[in-house]
């Protein structure tokens, strides 16, 4: 690990003023990615600073309606905090999924939304990785890809995205805040994670300099009847194969409004708009889940070892949405 300088922020301007004056410095929540990544050599920054004490780590409705979620705080947090469990139970489901308990104490909302990939080719620093040296290639195409994307990948990479919170939040059209030197700034999460195209290392639209200071769920009242289903390799922590988080409003037997974000099939987290569009307006049913399945991953290009993912997410959503149908109907 090369050596580097720590500091501690105080305020969210502060913090911004130290990595504005050393670009090659990282900053810190629960380190719970970026710690392991400096420890094998992919991250080695200059200079650490150390958010966890900032005043961002509240969750608060807003008078509009929406939840607002600060930076710092930590994913156990976030899946025990109720009005979450009550409004967002995806939100809280996906959380939970996503790491051990002592991990979510650890890890926060603002880190958990730049979490590197897991790749092999990617945290190896002996391999080629175009996401970690542009220009040295992806390894991952002609190699071990069995968990990689069959959707939005590129010849460049076809790493996918580790988060599963950034899943849900995806499918709740989360805004994402920010903190730059010229003031405060906010992404769409839709607009937050970048198309992997020809430049994978490029993987957020976050401006130089910027800080994550919180995001916000709008309200969404479909969002009350959700669910997030991980699928993995083993029942214990490990990261998904395939993922949804579906929410379902169904009435008089008609699709009224849902929503769906698939995970672990993309380089980001991947609002499934063409399976919406199928559902909305449609008899609810398992031909219609299949339908909007068959619509969204009709855009699949599995690699030679992936191709089970395409069946795993059609299965997936047909089963979540049956479920979901099931709870409204009660």
């Known amino acids: 690990?090369?050596?580097?300088?720590?500091?501690?922020?105080?305020?969210?301007?502060?913090?911004?003023?130290?990595?504005?004056?050393?670009?090659?410095?990282?900053?810190?929540?629960?380190?719970?990615?970026?710690?392991?990544?400096?420890?094998?050599?992919?991250?080695?920054?200059?200079?650490?600073?150390?958010?966890?004490?900032?005043?961002?780590?509240?969750?608060?409705?807003?008078?509009?309606?929406?939840?607002?979620?600060?930076?710092?705080?930590?994913?156990?947090?976030?899946?025990?905090?109720?009005?979450?469990?009550?409004?967002?139970?995806?939100?809280?489901?996906?959380?939970?999924?996503?790491?051990?308990?002592?991990?979510?104490?650890?890890?926060?909302?603002?880190?958990?939304?730049?979490?590197?990939?897991?790749?092999?080719?990617?945290?190896?620093?002996?391999?080629?990785?175009?996401k970690r040296v542009p220009g040295s290639g992806c390894p991952a195409i002609e190699g071990e890809h069995h968990n990689h994307a069959i959707?939005?990948?590129?010849?460049h990479c076809v790493a996918v995205h580790a988060s599963d919170m950034a899943v849900a939040l995806t499918a709740f059209d989360a805004v994402v805040h920010f903190q730059t030197a010229d003031g405060p700034g906010q992404l769409p999460l839709a607009e937050f994670y970048l198309p992997v195209g020809d430049t994978p290392h490029r993987e957020t639209s976050l401006p130089a300099g910027a800080l994550i200071t919180g995001v916000t769920l709008p309200p969404a009242p479909v969002a009350v009847n959700s669910?997030?289903?991980?699928?993995?390799?083993?029942?214990?922590?490990?990261?998904?194969?395939?993922?949804?988080?579906?929410?379902?409003?169904?009435?008089?037997?008609?699709?009224?409004?849902?929503?769906?974000?698939?995970?672990?099939?993309?380089?980001?987290?991947?609002?499934?708009?063409?399976?919406?569009?199928?559902?909305?307006g449609a008899p609810a049913g398992r031909e219609t889940y299949a339908a909007a399945a068959d619509a969204e991953l009709a855009a699949a290009r599995p690699l030679a070892h992936n191709g089970y993912k395409v069946e795993l997410m059609r299965n997936l959503v047909v089963a979540v949405l049956s479920e979901l149908a099931e709870e409204t109907a009660r």
């Open 1 to 130: 690990m090369r050596e580097f300088d720590y500091q501690r922020a105080s305020d969210v301007s502060g913090a911004v003023a130290l990595l504005g004056a050393d670009p090659d410095t990282r900053f810190l929540g629960g380190g719970t990615n970026l710690v392991d990544l400096m420890k094998t050599g992919v991250e080695r920054p200059a200079r650490i600073v150390d958010i966890r004490e900032l005043p961002l780590d509240d969750i608060e409705s807003t008078p509009e309606g929406a939840v607002r979620i600060g930076a710092t705080v930590t994913n156990g947090d976030l899946a025990a905090h109720p009005e979450i469990r009550r409004r967002y139970p995806a939100l809280a489901q996906a959380v939970l999924a996503g790491a051990s308990g002592q991990l979510r104490n650890m890890a926060t909302v603002g880190g958990n939304l730049l979490q590197r990939t897991r790749c092999g080719y990617f945290t190896d620093v002996s391999k080629p990785c175009n």
């Open 227 to 280: 669910r997030y289903r991980k699928v993995r390799e083993r029942a214990s922590y490990a990261f998904a194969i395939g993922s949804l988080a579906a929410a379902l409003d169904v009435r008089d037997g008609v699709v009224r409004d849902a929503r769906l974000a698939f995970g672990a099939v993309a380089s980001r987290p991947w609002r499934a708009a063409a399976a919406e569009r199928v559902l909305v």
């Open 151 to 155: 959707l939005g990948a590129s010849s």
